[in-house]
């Protein structure tokens, strides 16, 4: 869903981009409060993450293919404000290095991909969680729920975008249709990738997801056979610390993260769908493609991810992925470690 330059007219691309900014601006606030010394780096990493897996576009139809938006995932494992960010951070990544996503449409792009999706998720995330059962698979069913009905609302709000400022003559109604038709289905597999990963990492460690906060004594984890809940004194010891309730695997979960990131960014994206995303798909079989516009940063050394004079493909797009996940990390954490040193004097997290 990147919007390439030349889709969205001068004025709203202009509106966007103060409302990006001012959900930024926000954001940066916001974060301070929801970030503390364990997960502060674990949100450089989540950036990472979604770099990478963004790299997988998967088929959902004849000749169109889809991929991980993040905002979901984003505001589970951090949290609303630093979710919006991280998303922010990929997208200014790719748009600078890679020549993915318009940067006259940057602001179309926050706020379509980083804003729109992680505030419905988190929303739909936080309904859901109090309704249901205090466990872990409630957590995670609800991360999967949320991502799911954050993509087509993703691609309701890109039309509202395009009615107001679109630069092709074509019916909103069918713009509607196809958008919103082709991303119901790429929200499947959002909501299983967003899934799986909570899932993953609440099995682990559950005190570092943001969305399993404030549940205290509901969520249980199953040790040794038997539930026991997951702010107990029974569950770090039985992870192998007796210090003070902090679990051990804080390094060892930030390596793998990153691990799994290079892995999926340097070698199985080769293996991703080559067919047009949603929004690619929609726009040539409607002709708002007419109007693209030649994206300002095509020279890169690394623009369509792959490195320039590197003639075999699967290594130069390889290459391309570990180098978008390595800027990532860094762009990531150094934004979040400045937020987190910002942070003062103000309470510490809970948790």
């Not at 301070?32 to 450089?44: I, M, N, S």
């Not at 400022?165 to 959002?190: F, Y």
């Not at 470690?337 to 004097?345: E, F, I, T």
Request: include cysteine; proline fraction near 4%; aromatic fraction near 6%.
């Amino acid at each position: 869903m990147h919007v390439p330059d030349g889709f969205i007219n001068a004025p709203a691309s202009a509106a966007t981009g103060v409302l990006a900014a001012g959900a930024l601006a926000v954001s940066l606030r916001g974060a301070r409060r929801e970030l503390g010394e364990r997960t502060a780096p674990l949100a450089g990493l989540v950036a990472a993450f979604i770099f990478a897996v963004q790299m997988l576009n998967f088929p959902v139809a004849a000749g169109t293919s889809g991929h991980l938006l993040g905002g979901a995932l984003a505001a589970i494992l951090v949290g609303p404000f630093a979710g919006i960010l991280c998303v922010s951070v990929v997208l200014l990544m790719q748009g600078v290095l890679f020549a993915d996503g318009g940067l006259t449409a940057l602001g179309v792009n926050i706020t379509d991909m980083a804003l729109v999706t992680t505030v419905v998720a988190y929303a739909v995330f936080r309904g859901l969680v109090r309704i249901l059962p205090g466990t872990r698979r409630s957590v995670t069913v609800a991360s999967f729920v949320a991502a799911l009905v954050s993509v087509p609302a993703a691609s309701m709000a890109f039309t509202l975008i395009y009615a107001v400022g679109g630069t092709t003559d074509v019916s909103i109604g069918k713009v509607a249709t196809a958008m919103i038709g082709v991303h119901v289905l790429i929200g499947i597999g959002e909501a299983v990738i967003t899934a799986l990963t909570v899932g993953a990492v609440i099995a682990v460690r559950p005190d570092l997801v943001h969305g399993a906060r404030g549940l205290g004594q509901r969520i249980k984890l199953r040790v040794g056979g038997e539930l026991v809940d997951a702010a107990a004194p029974a569950v770090p010891q039985a992870l192998g610390s007796a210090r003070a309730g902090r679990y051990p695997r804080h390094r060892g979960l930030w390596i793998s993260g990153l691990g799994a990131s290079l892995v999926l960014a340097g070698f199985v994206s080769f293996y991703a769908s080559a067919s047009p995303d949603g929004l690619e798909k929609v726009a040539a079989d409607h002709g708002i493609d007419r109007k693209a516009e030649r994206h300002a940063s095509a020279g890169s050394p690394l623009a369509d991810y792959s490195v320039k004079d590197v003639g075999d493909a699967r290594l130069s797009g390889g290459l391309a992925g570990v180098i978008g996940v390595g800027v990532t990390v860094v762009a990531g954490s150094a934004v979040f470690w400045a937020v987190r040193r910002r942070r003062g004097g103000e309470p510490a997290e809970a948790g």
